[in-house]
Nanobody
């Protein structure tokens, strides 16, 4: 049982949309900033979106205007709405604290953008 469980990934065509969900079982979720990270084959893991406990957000330049991160502290859940998807978005997506807790990486969810 992972402390962060990601879901919602899949195969989508370029220009399509996908919504990822992350449910946390950690008790301190509501007072910690969270982030969505991704890792493509052969590349380093990168932060794509962050959100504070009060729902202030920030985004990597590569996804600004296309992705939206949100959270519901009462549900211990953080979402990533991904729009106008590009092949370059193909990666395994993970949620974690921001900054990440390195003992908390889960399985992630695969997002594949392909025509």
């Amino acid at each position: 049982q992972g402390q962060f469980v990601e879901s919602g990934g899949g195969l989508v065509q370029p220009g399509g949309s996908l919504r990822l969900s992350c449910v946390a079982s950690v008790s301190i979720f509501s007072i910690r900033a969270m982030g969505w990270y991704r890792q493509a084959p052969g590349k380093q893991r990168e932060l794509v979106a962050g959100i504070t406990s009060g729902s202030n957000t920030n985004y990597a330049d590569s996804v600004k205007g296309r992705f939206i991160i949100s959270r519901d502290n009462a549900k211990n859940t953080v979402w990533l709405q991904m729009n106008s998807l590009k092949p370059e978005d193909t990666a395994v997506y993970y949620c974690n604290f921001k900054p990440p807790g390195y003992g908390y990486w889960g399985q992630g969810t695969q997002v594949t953008v392909s025509s």
